[in-house]
């Protein structure tokens, strides 16, 4: 395109503004030089190119790219709707007949639009903390150990075996790149006589304000009695909270449950009662008290019902079954078709943008016991908009959990061979002990046994390409013994580390932190 020289009123030039090329902006926080190594520091016109396909990625600029140590700076992407202008300056001088008078050059202004800008990326926030593989002598000079910890090239034997520090720094030190104001509040003037809540200041960080407390019933294994009835703090909460026909409902539905079945999950209880799960934390401590410990531990029991004194309370016991995966299980983690509770991977790092949805819960509503406004409160009706599926809980022979950790109580596990292996003892029971209840010893490594062999036909059977070997049903025998990770040898060793209440706290710790 030729450079408008066609000037307009006042001086103006009049330019013709093309369609293409659309351009990207890097507004680079530098002095300019050489455009190969700047290219280079934000990955190449490839990392450059990657991170512009994908909306959610911010611009990396590596001011040591050759570093594997060296922390970016990231830049935040904005639309935009600029145009690149290119601008030049001609002068010429004219021929000068008289020494002595001053002639000025002819100034003639080319400007020409090479592209629309539609995207800018801007570098606002600050660099993070940089860790360098440097060593420091006993004389305080500083040595560089890049040529010792970075293989660079194919490298013998005692390369390895050297003995040097590890250098194995976090992929990022702070999880922020924009400075933000604290806004501390001042220290609040009480009355005469204030009392501050009675709070454990043990590791106690950064709380605003007391937790609400809901006013559970707490019982360990070894405790001689268990409750009969609620706290008096728990009744009037709950009253407090029940103020309308439908709380009424939900508290009838629960206590009928219990009657029918003294112990349960709270899994178990949001299956079968629609109930907003703030009230649900008001209500279980009301009807029932919670068991830290022992074969019946994360489980809330009946007020009076000890299970401690019923053989046939076994059903009842818990049961923390976790899927195996390895590659000696024949499938890694990556193949699992179940998902994990938690992940590494929902870590964000700053060099995501990672918008959060509104969620918005209106006093109205919790008042009422339904859901959330909106279409995701829509989509279920009132009575069962807060019920989950029933295999958060019940495990069923063919299905595979829906998380790769689960707590089942021995009722819930709706198989014939595994209904076998609990009642294997009926009726002679004689002792009830805090690791297997009123089951025989090592049930409940059985169970998961059985239960680790069915989940691997599951997936056997989904994914044939992970099972290449196959083998006959006695080498199935003593894969499922080499699966279960013991031996008899193994088993007396475990019996003999057990400790009472080393169970599964993960769970526990979620909901106990609720009522505490």
Request: hydrophobic residues 30%.
């Amino acid at each position: 395109m030729a450079a408008a020289r066609q000037r307009g009123p006042r001086g103006s030039a009049v330019l013709e503004l093309p369609r293409k090329p659309r351009l990207v902006c890097v507004e680079y926080p530098g002095l300019v030089r050489d455009v190969g190594a700047m290219l280079r520091t934000l990955g190449g016109e490839q990392g450059v190119s990657r991170i512009y396909a994908d909306p959610a990625k911010r611009l990396e600029l590596y001011f040591r790219p050759k570093d594997p140590y060296c922390h970016p700076v990231c830049a935040n992407r904005f639309p935009t709707s600029t145009m690149l202008l290119r601008v030049r300056r001609r002068s010429r001088k004219k021929q000068q007949l008289d020494p002595e008078e001053q002639i000025q050059p002819e100034v003639q202004f080319e400007m020409e639009i090479l592209g629309i800008v539609t995207t800018v990326y801007k570098f606002q926030g600050m660099s993070d903390f940089q860790y360098l593989a440097m060593h420091s002598g006993p004389d305080g000079k500083q040595t560089s150990m890049y040529d010792k910890v970075l293989m660079l090239k194919p490298e013998k034997e005692e390369f390895f075996n050297k003995d040097l520090p590890l250098y194995i720094p976090p992929p990022i030190f702070s999880r922020l790149d924009t400075p933000v104001d604290y806004f501390y509040r001042p220290d609040i003037q009480h009355r005469e006589g204030y009392n501050n809540p009675q709070v454990s200041g043990e590791n106690l960080i950064g709380l605003s304000r007391a937790r609400r407390p809901h006013n559970a019933i707490f019982v360990n294994f070894d405790d001689e009695e268990v409750p009969t009835k609620p706290l008096d703090a728990a009744v009037q909460n709950w009253k407090k909270v029940c103020t309308n026909p439908v709380d009424k409902k939900v508290e009838e539905e629960l206590r009928k449950l219990f009657e029918v079945r003294p112990v349960w999950s709270r899994n178990a209880v949001k299956a079968n009662i629609s109930v907003h799960p703030d009230k649900l934390k008001v209500l279980l401590p009301y009807l029932a008290y919670y068991m830290l410990t022992g074969p019946w531990r994360s489980l809330w029991v009946r007020f009076g019902y000890d299970p401690r004194k019923h053989p046939e309370a076994k059903i009842y016991q818990v049961l923390d079954f976790r899927i195996r995966c390895g590659m000696k299980y024949g499938y890694a983690a990556t193949d699992m078709p179940v998902k994990a509770k938690r992940s590494t991977y929902n870590y964000s790092l700053p060099i995501t943008v990672k918008k959060q949805g509104s969620h918005t819960v209106s006093v109205h509503d919790l008042k009422q016991g339904l859901g959330s406004a909106g279409t995701s409160g829509a989509k279920k009706p009132p009575s069962s908009r807060y019920k989950l599926k029933e295999s958060v809980y019940i495990f069923r022979e063919g299905a595979l959990p829906p998380y790769r950790q689960m707590f089942y109580q021995l009722c819930d596990l709706n198989v014939e061979s595994l209904q076998k292996i609990i009642h294997r003892n009926d009726g002679t029971e004689s002792e009830c002990t805090e690791r297997d209840g009123w089951c025989l010893a090592k049930t409940s490594d059985d169970l998961r046994d059985s239960m680790s062999l069915m989940i691997k036909q599951i997936i056997r059977s989904t994914r044939p390409a992970l099972f290449s070997n196959t083998t006959s049903s006695e080498d199935g025998k003593e894969q499922l013994a080499y699966e279960s990770g013991e031996d008899e040898d193994d088993e007396e060793e475990e019996e003999e580390d057990f400790k009472p209440s080393d169970g599964s706290e993960n769970e526990m710790e979620t909901e106990i932190l609720d009522y505490v």
